[in-house]
């Protein structure tokens, strides 16, 4: 019986932003701009958690985990973002398109479940300040961040897995800046619904269930905040994650703005820039939201600099 290799496409041609040469080179100067910022910006959160003894509290240890995250996330996606607007489109291998997307997805994933441990760990310090130290004691937490990362990379296994074993016998041009999964879903030759019911079943509930956790942490977090007397114990509790919902309402809303409110009918230019938000901005902005809003972030950063 003759056997036939089911990847029949050997490589993937990422279209991009197709744009005159002119625009190309301020489009690759301002996402380069972004992308150095961006480094940057959760090194020095990972370096001032590392170093600095009075960012020692638990949600400062979940705080560099997100920043980690946020820059793999970026590295993932960027420089190869930024080689496909020098040369207006860029071919890859079918393993390193199937790579970034285990990466992008599994990053993804563990920035949701981060940012749910985050909000217990937030919705425990207002609701229940006296056993704070005891519930949030340095064992737990790393077990919190231990899991998130592993149930995020061992979803993603199972569906890069199953979407390899798919045929793809071309066309092989994917009309976006990175490889995701309903792009090449649309390229394969075979039956794809078992891989969207395994998605669906699997992905759907790792991305949304925290967003469902994070909404009844908050409720309970408002409920309390409401019963306190003093208006400065309302703002001064409020303030403590005002840092934290800004950045979940950021990143969930770009997230479901590109894959649950946008048919396939709309431009795909629209869910470039919406997959923008949350690919490029978010781990950009993210630092800057938690360094702005926060006191002690700052304190750290003048010692670390040796200017107090």
Same mark, same amino acid.
């Given at each position: 019986?003759? +056997?036939?290799?089911? +990847?029949?496409? +050997?490589? =993937?041609?990422?279209?991009?932003?197709?744009?005159?040469? &002119?625009?190309?080179?301020?489009?690759?100067?301002?996402?380069?701009?972004? $992308?150095? %910022?961006?480094?940057?910006? #959760?090194?020095?959160?990972?370096?001032?958690?590392?170093?600095?003894?009075?960012?020692?509290?638990?949600?400062?240890?979940?705080?560099?985990?997100?920043?980690?995250?946020?820059?793999?996330?970026? /590295?993932?996606?960027? &420089?190869?973002?930024?080689?496909?607007?020098?040369?207006?489109?860029?071919?890859?291998?079918?393993? *390193?398109?199937?790579? *970034? $997307?285990?990466?992008?997805? /599994?990053?993804?994933?563990?920035?949701?479940?981060?940012?749910?441990?985050?909000?217990?760990?937030?919705?425990?310090?207002?609701?229940? &300040?006296? *056993?704070?130290?005891?519930?949030?004691?340095?064992?737990?937490?790393?077990?919190?961040?231990? @899991?998130? @990362?592993?149930?995020?990379?061992?979803?993603?296994?199972?569906?890069?897995?199953?979407?390899?074993?798919?045929?793809?016998?071309?066309?092989?041009?994917?009309?976006?800046?990175?490889?995701?999964?309903?792009?090449?879903?649309?390229?394969?030759?075979?039956?794809?619904?078992?891989?969207?019911?395994?998605?669906?079943?699997?992905?759907?509930?790792?991305?949304?269930?925290?967003?469902?956790?994070?909404?009844?942490?908050?409720?309970?977090?408002? %409920?309390?905040?409401?019963?306190?007397?003093?208006?400065?114990?309302?703002?001064? /509790?409020? =303030?403590?994650?005002?840092?934290?919902?800004?950045?979940?309402?950021?990143?969930?809303? %770009?997230?479901?703005?590109?894959?649950?409110?946008?048919?396939?009918? *709309?431009?795909?230019?629209?869910?470039?820039?919406?997959?923008?938000?949350?690919?490029?901005?978010? &781990?950009?902005? #993210?630092?800057?939201?938690?360094?702005?809003?926060?006191?002690?972030?700052?304190? /750290? =950063?003048?010692?670390?600099?040796?200017?107090?």
């Amino acid at each position: 019986m003759n +056997t036939v290799n089911e +990847t029949v496409v +050997t490589e =993937f041609i990422l279209l991009g932003f197709q744009s005159p040469r &002119p625009h190309r080179s301020l489009l690759f100067l301002i996402f380069l701009l972004f $992308f150095m %910022a961006t480094v940057c910006g #959760n090194l020095l959160i990972i370096v001032l958690v590392s170093l600095c003894k009075n960012l020692s509290s638990p949600m400062y240890f979940f705080l560099s985990h997100l920043s980690s995250c946020d820059l793999l996330l970026s /590295a993932v996606i960027v &420089p190869l973002m930024l080689n496909i607007i020098l040369r207006n489109s860029r071919s890859v291998s079918v393993f *390193q398109c199937f790579a *970034q $997307f285990y990466l992008f997805g /599994a990053l993804a994933t563990t920035e949701c479940l981060l940012l749910s441990v985050m909000s217990y760990d937030r919705y425990v310090a207002i609701c229940n &300040p006296l *056993q704070y130290s005891s519930i949030m004691s340095f064992p737990r937490c790393v077990h919190l961040v231990f @899991w998130s @990362w592993l149930i995020s990379f061992s979803i993603m296994l199972n569906t890069t897995f199953q979407l390899y074993k798919l045929k793809f016998c071309g066309p092989n041009i994917i009309d976006h800046f990175f490889c995701d999964l309903a792009p090449l879903l649309r390229l394969s030759c075979s039956d794809t619904s078992f891989v969207e019911l395994e998605n669906l079943l699997t992905g759907g509930p790792a991305t949304f269930l925290p967003l469902m956790y994070i909404t009844g942490t908050y409720m309970s977090i408002f %409920a309390t905040i409401l019963k306190i007397p003093t208006t400065i114990g309302r703002q001064k /509790a409020f =303030f403590t994650c005002s840092s934290h919902l800004t950045v979940v309402c950021l990143y969930y809303g %770009a997230l479901m703005g590109a894959y649950l409110f946008l048919s396939k009918n *709309q431009s795909t230019n629209i869910n470039k820039i919406l997959s923008l938000l949350y690919t490029v901005m978010t &781990p950009l902005v #993210n630092p800057i939201i938690y360094s702005l809003r926060n006191r002690e972030i700052k304190i /750290a =950063f003048l010692k670390l600099l040796n200017i107090e």
